[in-house]
């Protein structure tokens, strides 16, 4: 079915007005909850919920708009709440207007471009109140409602949809925590052990910590090249980059990562962790390090799970804190069957591959959960926007009789 068929079947020949959001809706500011007792109603900025008080400033289902920050951040409540000054609730007009049709259709909204903050991003009442919304039926208000109705209905069903991907995400993210670490813990008495000896081994014992050699930044260039990857821009997308030429004299002369050896970020956030994956990229030195693994001992995909568990032997004391060579080759790893090492590799890999199917459920962005929720909220868009595209009038033409 066409989109123009699709909306032409929903309205039915209704006209369609677009009128002014302020005449339909009053935007109200919020006020300081600083002095209200504590209670069970939330209070709402533009973050979110920030706490929860005994009064509510609305006790009607509203849309929120944030007024100051995450201007983007609409949402919509049916309880009672209270909202601070960075955001504003909504009186809706719902003889004519649906509070839910409101908010679906502000979610189509370019408030960005709409931003009056010289700063931090701002929206005020006044331009907040031009925003033009499209209103079916505007003669028959209970025909409007109706057909208003009908799209909440449909575009509810994919956010519902999400919603439950996105609870049933979280739960398997409890239940994956819950299985790593009982599977890299071995504690005494638990079931998992199932009679399997275990020993600490320190990350000296297993290789050595390693690093590439220095790059200056007068050796970086903004583009082309090879990514050149420093603590900020670590798992992310690069800023930087060196020539091939300097990549390939420097991974020949020094020491470089395999395929497969696990990056660990020695600053910031501590511990962060990423797979090489053979690509060309180069590592900033001393902030960006991994063991040279010997996998005779321990796998490298092993160590990448043992790490999100393991104690780091972190340096204080000073500015920042970071991750030291020797602290690094101090911190210790449990491994399975140590003195059998054919076992302990069986078993290390039957530990990864049970692990490993609960990461894609729940990391992967080309499978598990976190596709499906990127495809239901791309459907959703779709919708949304097919079925929020009202036809608009045709501008009139000064001058023209």
């Not at 043992?306 to 790893?333: C, M």
């Amino acid at each position: 079915m066409s989109e123009a068929t699709f909306l032409e079947k929903l309205l039915d020949g209704a006209e369609v007005e677009w009128v002014a959001l302020g005449e339909v809706v009053k935007i109200k500011h919020g006020k300081n909850w600083k002095k209200l007792n504590s209670g069970n109603i939330p209070v709402y900025g533009s973050g979110g919920i920030m706490g929860h008080v005994d009064t509510y400033s609305c006790n009607k289902p509203t849309v929120l708009i944030p007024r100051k920050g995450s201007i983007t951040n609409i949402f919509y409540v049916e309880s009672p709440l209270w909202n601070v000054d960075t955001i504003f609730y909504t009186e809706i007009d719902n003889n004519t207007l649906t509070p839910k049709y409101f908010y679906h259709f502000m979610k189509t909204v370019d408030l960005l471009s709409l931003d009056t903050g010289s700063g931090r991003p701002s929206l005020t009442q006044t331009i907040l109140n031009k925003i033009q919304i499209p209103i079916p039926c505007p003669d028959n208000p209970e025909e409007s409602l109706a057909i208003q109705a009908e799209i909440v209905r449909i575009l509810d069903t994919f956010t519902e949809l999400t919603a439950e991907l996105t609870a049933e995400l979280t739960a398997r993210k409890k239940q994956y925590n819950y299985y790593r670490d009982q599977l890299l813990t071995f504690k005494e008495g638990d079931a998992c052990l199932s009679g399997r000896q275990v020993e600490w081994k320190t990350l000296g014992e297993i290789g050595d910590v390693r690093m590439c050699k220095r790059i200056l930044k007068s050796q970086t260039i903004e583009e082309g090249g090879v990514p050149f990857y420093k603590i900020g821009t670590f798992g992310k997308k690069p800023n930087a980059y060196i020539t091939k030429e300097l990549y390939n004299e420097y991974k020949e002369k020094y020491n470089y990562p395999s395929l497969g050896e696990v990056l660990i970020s020695a600053s910031g956030t501590i511990g962060r962790t990423v797979i090489f994956d053979g690509e060309h990229a180069y590592f900033q030195d001393s902030n960006i390090v991994w063991i040279e693994n010997d996998e005779r001992i321990v796998l490298n995909k092993y160590l990448f799970y043992f790490y999100q568990i393991i104690k780091w032997h972190i340096a204080d004391g000073g500015v920042i804190k970071r991750l030291y060579n020797e602290n690094i080759r101090k911190s210790e790893v449990l491994v399975p069957f140590p003195n059998n090492p054919k076992k302990s590799l069986a078993e290390q890999a039957s530990i990864v591959a049970i692990l490993d199917k609960f990461d894609t459920l729940t990391h992967s962005i080309s499978e598990g959960l976190p596709r499906e929720i990127e495809l239901r909220q791309k459907q959703y868009e779709y919708y949304r926007d097919l079925l929020l595209n009202f036809p608009k009038p045709e501008p009139q033409t000064e001058g023209v009789a």
